[in-house]
C-alpha cells in the first residue's frame, strides 16, 4: 500500500470519530487535501529531479526526414535517461526508430528539436570538432556489419581508432594486446579477418569498440549476423565489460531473448516509448 493510501485509511477512521460534527469533518478533509498536494508535488519531485550518475539523457527529442517530398517522423517526443553502468536494450520493429535514436544518442546525427546530453554536456549545439571530440573519448561504437578491415591483420585492426589519439604506440600495443586476451583472442592476433569466424569478429569488433576505453559503449543490432551460441557469448561479454569495467552498454535488437537479458528494455514503436 502507498503512502497516499495509508494517509487515506487514517483520515476516514479519523472522521469517524466526529459524529456529524460538519464543520469539524470539512476541517479535516481540507488538511487531507493539503496533505495529498504535498505529497503529489514531492513525488513530481522525485521524478524530475536528475539522476545521481546520469550519463545519457533525452528530453522531448524528435527527429524528422525528408523522404522526396513525403516528411518522415523517425523519433516523436522521446524522453529517456540511462545512468552509469546501466545495460539498456532498445526494441522495437522495423522502422520503429531505434537505429535513428541510438544515432542521436552517439552524437552520429542531431535531433530536430529537443535536448540531449551525454556525460552532462549538451551535444545539439556542439561543432562538428566537438562531437568529434565527445565520440572519440566517451564512446564506442559495434555495428552489425562489424566494419573490420579486410586487409589488415587482427590487431592493426583493433589500433586503428587509437592511431588518432595522442596515445604512443607502445600504450596502444599493451592496450590491444590486454584486450585481445579480454576477449579470447590472443591466438588470432596476426590473422586476417577472413580468417576469422563470425563470432570470433563480432568479439574483435567489441575489443575495437574499448581500445580508447570508452564510457559508453553503442552497439546497433551486433548478434544479427550470428547463430544462438554466439549470440549467447556476445551478451555475456557485454554483461563482463559492465561489470567489470563499469561500462554503460546501450544495445539495440529486434531480438526479444537477447532484449531479456539487459537489465532494462526500452521499447519504440513508431518513434515513440511504449
Known sequence: ????DNLNDKIKEFLSLFDGDTSAAQLALSSYQQQLENSDRAIRA????????????LRGVSKRYELGKQPIE???????????????????????????????IGCL????????????????????NALSELRQETIGFIFQSFY???????????AVPAMFTDKKKQEID??????????????????????????????????????????????????????????????????????TLGTTIVVVTHDGSIARQADRIIELKDGTIV
Open 174 to 243: 599493451i592496450s590491444v594486446t590486454e584486450l585481445l586476451k579480454r576477449v579470447g583472442l590472443s591466438e588470432r592476433s596476426r590473422h586476417f579477418p577472413r580468417e576469422l569466424s563470425g563470432g570470433q569478429i563480432q568479439r574483435a569488433a567489441i575489443a575495437r569498440a574499448l581500445v580508447n576505453k570508452p564510457r559508453i559503449i553503442l552497439a546497433d543490432e551486433p548478434t544479427g549476423n550470428l547463430d544462438s551460441g554466439n549470440s549467447k557469448s556476445v551478451i555475456e561479454l557485454f554483461r563482463k565489460i559492465r561489470d
Open 74 to 104: 523517425a523519433l516523436r517526443n522521446v524522453t529517456l535517461s540511462i545512468s552509469k553502468g546501466e545495460f539498456v536494450a532498445i526494441t522495437g520493429a522495423s522502422g520503429s526508430g531505434k537505429s535513428t535514436l541510438l544515432q542521436i
Open 148 to 158: 573490420l578491415q579486410p586487409f589488415l591483420r587482427l590487431s592493426d585492426n583493433l
Open 46 to 57: 522525485r521524478q524530475t529531479r536528475p539522476i545521481e550518475d546520469e550519463v545519457i539523457c
Open 1 to 4: 500500500m502507498n503512502t497516499i
Open 109 to 128: 546525427d542531431k535531433p530536430t528539436s529537443g535536448r540531449v546530453e551525454v556525460e552532462s554536456k549538451e551535444t545539439t549545439n556542439l561543432s562538428d
